[in-house]
């Protein structure tokens, strides 16, 4: 039976939602019945409405209204677990956005929830459908890398005032004294930070590293350096920041002694030892796709269950729950046009990725000793 789709979270990244909806509604894979938002939902050209989607303003509304097989759920992360409750209540499988939740608490709660109901949930890490990535971890597992050292990553991105004046939550810690998840690393990056585990071998993280930064007045960070150590495999270095001089799209890095790789992950332009120059791997499994296939036939593996994300959702909870940002001091900082660049910020996240080490370990001027924290009973 082809599955009915319902979108919680039209507005924003649901536009994004709203194309793809549309595009497998009209291929006949799914058939779209509703969509829901707290603001009016109405159609784009950048975002339509399949005929016959009923439209509502509550999302519980439309699941004790709607038969639903499966809820798209792109909401403020904060929301994302009392909605997913409801929808796996309602007996929807869901197609979580990321990050999928706050916590290891929560995290469990909806593994819990979904194994009582016998639902499925997707979490929407779409870089994880990516025939780049594949190719890129069978270059690892066949050892054309030779042994594998460490996975870095490295994106330097340009976020203006508008950005962090778009919702209430954007740059906070919590909004009416509840936790809320913002920061370079946890959503913009999250992918950089996701595609990393994946490449390392999905290892549980035990001991973080974090430097946190910011160039405005903010409560999270918009520039980071990470290091991440497994309890099994190479280590992790992640270097972002959206006050960048110019663009560097989003690399991971895998440092072998045969060689590196370097993946551009928001473009699938793959280098692997041996190549004269990057090429683009076409071919991404969309993860609504996919779900919809593994319903069909469970022998389709599902690319991103739940549990694939705990290793994230752990390093989440230790970035969010670490001290505040540092300030970057004013002299390194320019305003141009309501963005706010950090002189050097490139070449020193480039740097990072390279070596691979933190901002503290290069000659960057204003960077202060990392945080160290344990996760899960690590030493």
């Known amino acids: 039976m082809t599955p009915r789709v319902a979108l919680i979270g039209a507005g924003g990244h649901g536009r994004w939602h709203r194309r ?15 969509m829901c938002d707290v ?12 005929d016959g989607t009923e439209l509502f303003t509550d999302h519980r509304t439309m699941l004790s209204t709607v038969d639903a097989d499966i809820a798209v759920i792109c909401t403020p992360p904060h929301t994302h677990l009392p909605i997913a409750l409801d ?15 706050l916590s290891g608490t929560e995290h469990r709660t909806l593994a819990e929830a979904l194994d009582r109901a016998g639902r499925l949930a997707q979490v929407g890490f779409q870089a994880l459908g990516s025939a780049a990535l594949a190719e890129l971890c069978d270059a690892i597992v066949t050892g054309r890398l030779g042994t594998v050292t460490a996975v870095s990553a490295a994106g330097a991105w340009q976020r203006d005032d508008a950005y962090w004046n778009r919702t209430r939550w954007a740059g906070r810690r919590t909004v009416d004294g509840h ?7 946890v959503n913009p990056f999250a992918h950089a930070l996701m595609q990393s585990l994946a490449v390392a071998g999905n290892g549980v993280p035990r001991v973080i590293e974090l430097e946190r930064y910011r160039a405005r007045d903010l409560e999270v960070e918009d520039t980071a350096s990470l290091r991440v150590t497994l309890d099994s495999g190479p ?14 799209p989003g690399e991971i890095l895998v440092h072998g002694s045969a060689g590196r790789a370097v993946l551009e992950y928001p473009t699938d332009r793959l280098s ?3 190549d004269a120059a990057p090429r683009v791997v076409p071919g991404r499994i969309g993860l609504l796709e996919n779900l919809a296939a593994h319903r069909r036939d469970p022998a389709v593996p599902l690319l991103v269950p739940l549990n694939r994300t705990a290793p994230f959702t752990a390093l989440a909870e230790a970035i969010s729950a670490a001290p505040p940002p540092t300030e970057v001091p004013p002299s390194y900082v320019d305003d141009r046009g309501g963005a706010r660049v950090i002189t050097g ?4 996240v480039r740097d990072c990725a390279d070596r691979p080490g933190l901002f503290s370990e290069l000659p960057v001027p204003w960077a202060v000793p990392p945080f160290h924290g344990k996760l899960n009973g690590g030493s």
Do not use: M, N, Q
């Open 20 to 34: 793809e909806l549309a595009r497998l509604h009209d291929t006949g894979l799914i058939r779209v019945v509703a």
């Open 39 to 50: 603001a009016p939902i109405e159609a784009a050209a950048d975002a339509p409405i399949p």
């Open 87 to 101: 929808a796996v209540a309602a007996g929807c499988d869901i197609l979580l956005e990321k990050p999928p939740v």
């Open 179 to 185: 936790p809320v998840l913002d920061g370079a690393l």
């Open 235 to 248: 280590s992790i270095v992640v270097a972002v920041t959206l006050c960048a001089e110019r663009f560097l």
């Open 272 to 274: 692997l030892p041996g």
């Open 345 to 348: 910020i490139d070449s020193a």
